[in-house]
């Protein structure tokens, strides 16, 4: 199964911690098939002077969803991530979003397929279209191609 992850961090060493995270991906849920370029981008969702590093994999993988977030959460602790205080966004080493597991619509208490932000999100879209730009998103039936171009007129 292709899975797509988001990486994205602005603290420490932002390349080293993309870095770290990509070995430790690798390592731990399934071999890399597309590797987005990184992208700088402004913060989401809230105010700070650091800016993003983000990037997008896609990972063959043999593992459930839950087990890849499972994986993920786990990888983002190894890299020296805090846990999330509140609701609101923050600054970070590192995180890990698992936004599609191939078609997989899937809304539970622990995980939501797809990823129920990323259509609005400019710092996950660009680095994706440049490695699925034809990946069909399960609810709006729209590629990712589209739903950049869908933001950017908006």
Same mark, same amino acid.
């Given at each position: 199964?292709?899975? @797509?992850?988001?990486?994205?961090? %602005?603290?420490?060493?932002?390349?080293?911690?993309?870095?770290?995270? +990509? =070995?430790?991906?690798? /390592?731990?849920? /399934?071999?890399? $098939?597309?590797?987005? =370029?990184? @992208?700088?981008?402004?913060?989401?969702?809230?105010? $700070?002077? %650091?800016?993003?590093? !983000?990037?997008?994999?896609?990972?063959?993988t043999? +593992?459930?969803? +839950?087990?890849?977030?499972?994986?993920?959460?786990?990888?983002?602790?190894?890299?020296?991530?805090?846990?999330?205080?509140?609701? =609101?966004?923050?600054?970070?080493?590192?995180?890990?979003?698992?936004?599609? @597991?191939? !078609?997989?619509?899937? %809304?539970?208490?622990?995980?939501?397929?797809?990823?129920p932000?990323?259509?609005?999100?400019?710092?996950?879209?660009?680095?994706?279209?440049?490695?699925?730009?034809?990946?069909?998103?399960?609810?709006?039936?729209?590629?990712?191609?589209q739903? +950049?171009?869908?933001?950017?007129? =908006?």
């Amino acid at each position: 199964m292709t899975v @797509y992850l988001a990486l994205g961090t %602005n603290l420490g060493d932002r390349h080293l911690n993309l870095q770290k995270a +990509l =070995s430790l991906i690798a /390592g731990k849920t /399934g071999n890399f $098939s597309a590797i987005s =370029s990184v @992208y700088e981008t402004e913060p989401w969702g809230f105010k $700070s002077k %650091n800016k993003f590093l !983000n990037q997008v994999v896609a990972v063959e993988t043999d +593992l459930s969803p +839950l087990e890849i977030l499972k994986q993920t959460q786990e990888i983002e602790r190894q890299i020296g991530r805090k846990e999330k205080t509140g609701h =609101s966004y923050q600054d970070r080493l590192i995180d890990i979003d698992l936004i599609l @597991y191939g !078609n997989i619509i899937l %809304n539970t208490g622990e995980i939501q397929l797809p990823h129920p932000l990323f259509h609005k999100r400019r710092f996950v879209l660009e680095p994706l279209n440049e490695i699925a730009a034809g990946v069909v998103h399960p609810v709006f039936g729209k590629t990712v191609a589209q739903l +950049l171009e869908d933001i950017t007129l =908006s």
